[in-house]
């Protein structure tokens, strides 16, 4: 129980009986400070930091495993936590009389899908290790590097988690092997592929810079279910979902918790758009119906460009005929007031979308789309739309 996300939700003066106290809660791109059910990872990953509990710094690693497994949650929660312990620790230490210190360890969370050239991972790791604001322009990536060796040495070293590698127009592994390669710098790097898979473009493995590997294995069922319920009792009022639906749902998300999530989120979307006060078996089937099996993340989604997240939006709203096609869709989505882009850069971002998996071209029999010697295919989201068309309307 998080008693400072109950108090505040009091101190809010939010209702008892609405139906959602907290959509944030419910999100799968959400990740709570105390995540459940990866005891076994928590502990694997604990191991592998040990050296830096004596100031020493550890083995680069690999965290693996697939989506909805909790990888980031767990990985992110504990170099909060660590951050959070070591700051502590080194103010109460300077107000000591030791003649010398013990080394300094940071701990950076980075994301990729943020962070995805070299200039923007140094950018993200100083700005997390010094107070003042590290500018975003006017300063080279040379610059960043050596400003951020000055900042590691001595007494001072750093650990950086690099999450959401080898994703398209993310950093790959040995890129961040090469560009992290200092004295007083270890990292550990988060994806989803398995250690032997070859990066991409590449013959070396993913893993092959690495000197630990950890597997983090879908959820089990029963650790499902008490997700579920642990986000229902949070984000929802009391008994507004039965436990027999979230049972259902952790079956039918086969242990994948960010596809589960977005059923709960979704069908509480659809239960507001009833005016109910509770979810029912019909809602959550309509959170089901919105979730593409398989699914592609929605943080990796809500990543893309502003303007492209305006896109798929749009594209939402769009009915059957209009999406029958790439060409009608672009002729569609080229009359939107919303979107201020010329036909041809709407119809290129759509291939370059389906290219990355976010949407999913089904080939037609049409023949009004046969522009630069594609076959014509219509358009389905292979994203959780419910989730997406909420949390974009949102940040809007």
């Known amino acids: 129980m ?14 008892e009986r609405a139906l959602v106290r907290d959509f944030d809660v419910l999100s799968p791109v959400t990740h709570l400070t105390e995540p459940n059910g990866r005891g076994p990872v928590l502990e694997r990953l604990l191991d592998v930091l040990d050296p830096t509990f004596g100031g020493d710094l550890p083995d680069d690693a690999y965290v693996w495993g697939p989506k909805g497994t909790g990888k ?25 009389t030791r003649a010398v210190a013990p080394p300094a360890t940071l701990f950076v969370y980075v994301d990729a899908r943020d962070a995805s050239s070299e200039f923007a991972l140094y950018h993200d790791i100083l700005d997390s290790v010094v107070d003042e604001s590290v500018p975003e322009g006017g300063v080279g990536t040379d610059d960043l590097r050596d400003r951020l060796g000055e900042e590691l040495s001595g007494t001072t070293q750093a650990v950086v988690a690099v999450d959401h590698v080898n994703e398209s127009n993310a950093l790959t592994t040995p890129q961040i092997d090469s560009l992290l390669d200092m004295p007083s710098m270890a990292y550990l790097v988060v994806g989803r592929d ?88 019909d809602d959550i089937e309509v959170g089901m119906d919105a979730v593409p099996w398989p699914s592609v993340s929605l943080g990796r989604v809500l990543a893309l460009p502003e303007n492209r997240r305006r896109i798929l939006r749009r594209l939402l709203e769009l009915d059957a005929s209009a999406v029958s096609s790439v060409t009608a869709a672009t002729d569609a989505l080229t009359a939107d007031p919303h979107i201020d882009l010329s036909a041809t850069t709407i119809k290129r971002v759509l291939y370059e979308l ?33 989730v997406f068309r909420r949390l974009v309307d949102i940040d809007d």
């Open 2 to 15: 998080d008693l400072d996300e109950r108090i505040e939700r009091r101190r809010r003066g939010e209702s």
């Open 72 to 96: 980031s949650a767990v990985v992110s929660a504990l170099f909060g936590h660590l951050s959070e312990r070591n700051a502590r620790r080194q103010s109460t230490i300077l107000t000591t």
């Open 194 to 281: 398995p250690p032997d898979a070859d990066v991409p473009g590449s013959d070396e493995s993913v893993a092959a810079r690495v000197d630990e590997t950890i597997e983090v294995p879908h959820y089990e069922r029963h650790a499902l279910v008490d997700i579920l319920t642990q986000r229902a009792s949070l984000g929802l009022a009391r008994n507004a979902v039965s436990h027999t639906d979230i049972r259902e749902v952790a079956s039918w998300a086969d242990g994948d918790a960010h596809d589960a999530l977005a059923v709960v989120f979704g069908a509480a979307d659809h239960a507001l758009e009833r005016g109910d006060d509770r979810i029912t078996t």
């Open 354 to 386: 389906a290219e990355a998996g976010v949407v999913k071209r089904i080939e037609t029999d049409d023949d009004d789309d046969r522009g630069l010697g594609r076959p014509p295919s219509r358009l389905e989201p292979q994203f959780p739309t419910r």
